[in-house]
């Protein structure tokens, strides 16, 4: 060995790591001129190729030309490409429609794998969630209805009364209206929502037999007899039976997705900015 | 020497360290960051469905259905449920084509007439009316086809009612050849649009089967008008512009790939 090499390699020697350094970058740039840096293939099979020319000259009914042969399969690549930079970029990560079928994906499997409540089960939840199923108080009564700045609406409301009590047919007075002139166990809550809660809570206060009024709704004025008062009550379980299924059901589903996640809670650490 | 052979030791041993925590080390934990913005932003939602604004409880409980959700979509994610679900592989593409529409900067162009009816004249033959059929046909599914194709033929002829026949038995209206091509394959379609009118054909056999056809009616191609189809011009010219677009901004990013198309 001569001396000028003993010399140099001595530097190596007493810099290993340097060495080191140097040969995997020797290394490293030969290797990129075989194989492009950082360059992905999208292999494109014969078979794949078949299949979407075949594809779309079914949907075109006729054969494809050359040029719309090689259209179809650049269509394929320029797909493959967005893909491809979408999971590159992590924009499959927030993109609500792929969110949501993700989602879907990982709920629990549908409850038609699974056997349904048994009746001890299904009893159990029920009692344990009844008043969740209370029927609420309703009422049936009958009305007159006015719209606002009606020209049929009575000058004297007192008198109008007599002529109610009187027995008059009330199904032929006053406007027409969407809510039938007897109307039947109605909630409060439904009241509530389709004539107003001033309305609802004047209607609730009256007692059954007598016609009262005028009342103002969000819709008009109305005259009101309450005919029939039914109390709230607890049904039995066979008359509100697939409804307590059904919550049976959904929190089987919750308890399970529960599961799923505390399972997999470990995994991640939360940081809140 | 030494030094070397120090080296080399120093290597192992960083080696064996890295294998024994890899296979015996916690799982590499996820971060999931949740930012201010994201819980204001899923908040609003909530607030505008419910009409009214969140208390404290509910606030807290919207941000852990968040966060609960992101799990289970990074879960998803870590099982490969994306990659078997083309439904998926649809939203993925749209998504990243609407993100590169936006990163380019797009602006969807607004077409004069002329050039719509350029674009037509161009792809006049994307806008030929089809040949249309009306037809008669009788199935057989797959495993059970006819001992004897040829009674069923002369059966049909005699008027037995096609309705009641085989195991599939319809009146089409205007049916196109591809329509036929989706479902039966273009060489059978083909097969079908070369039937002369008026008389029972068959067997015809396609994957789905065996098929007995009787044209009734044939509407020939025709070339639709340009005041017809404006409104389909005008879709395909803004779609053609998006898609150059598309590919624009995808000139730079294209050199990051080989593209290797097999042939036959």
Partial sequence: ?273 | MKTAGLTLKLALLAAVCYLAYHWLGPEDQQVIEVTRARIDAVVSRQESLLGRPLRDAERAAAERAYVDEEILVREALRRGVDRADSQVRRLVVAHAWRELLRMSGYEPPVPTRAELRAYYDAHARTYVVPERLDLRHVGYAVGNAPADPDAVVTALENGADFQNLGDAGAEMIEVTRSRIALSLGLELANEVFSLPRGTWHGPLISSEGTHFFRVERRRPARQASFSDVERDVERDFLEDAETAAVDGALRGIRRRYVVDIAHD
């Fill in chain 1, 1 to 273: 060995m001569s001396a000028t090499w003993r010399r140099r390699s001595a530097i190596w020697r007493r810099a290993p790591f340097a060495a080191f350094v140097v040969l995997g970058g020797i290394v490293f740039c030969a290797l990129g001129s075989f194989v492009p840096w950082g360059r992905e293939t999208i292999r494109v099979e014969a078979r794949t190729v078949a299949a979407l020319v075949e594809r779309r000259a079914n949907a075109l009914g006729r054969d494809l030309t050359d040029d719309e042969r090689v259209a179809v399969v650049e269509d394929f690549v320029r797909e493959e490409i967005l893909v491809r930079e979408a999971y590159r970029r992590r924009w499959h990560q927030k993109s609500p429609g792929v969110r949501r079928r993700l989602l879907l994906a990982m709920a629990p499997a549908s409850s038609g794998e699974r056997p349904p409540a048994a009746q001890a089960q299904l009893s159990a939840y029920f009692r344990a969630h009844a008043e969740r199923y209370r029927v609420p108080e309703s009422l049936t009564f009958s009305h007159v209805f006015f719209e606002h700045a009606s020209a049929l609406l009575p000058e004297d409301a007192s008198e109008f009364l007599e002529t109610l009590e009187a027995n008059a047919d009330f199904r032929g007075l006053g406007d027409e209206f969407w809510l039938a002139p007897e109307a039947v166990r109605q909630t409060r809550q439904q009241l509530r929502g389709a004539l107003g809660a001033s309305f609802a809570d004047a209607v609730f206060a009256l007692e059954p037999g007598s016609w009262a009024g005028p009342f103002t709704s969000t819709r008009g004025t109305h005259f009101v007899r309450v005919d029939e008062r039914h109390p709230s009550e607890l049904p039995a379980l066979e008359g509100v039976r697939r409804f307590v299924e059904v919550d049976w059901e959904s929190e089987r589903r919750a308890a399970l997705r529960d599961e799923t996640l505390s399972r997999l809670r470990g995994r991640y650490s939360v940081i809140e900015r």
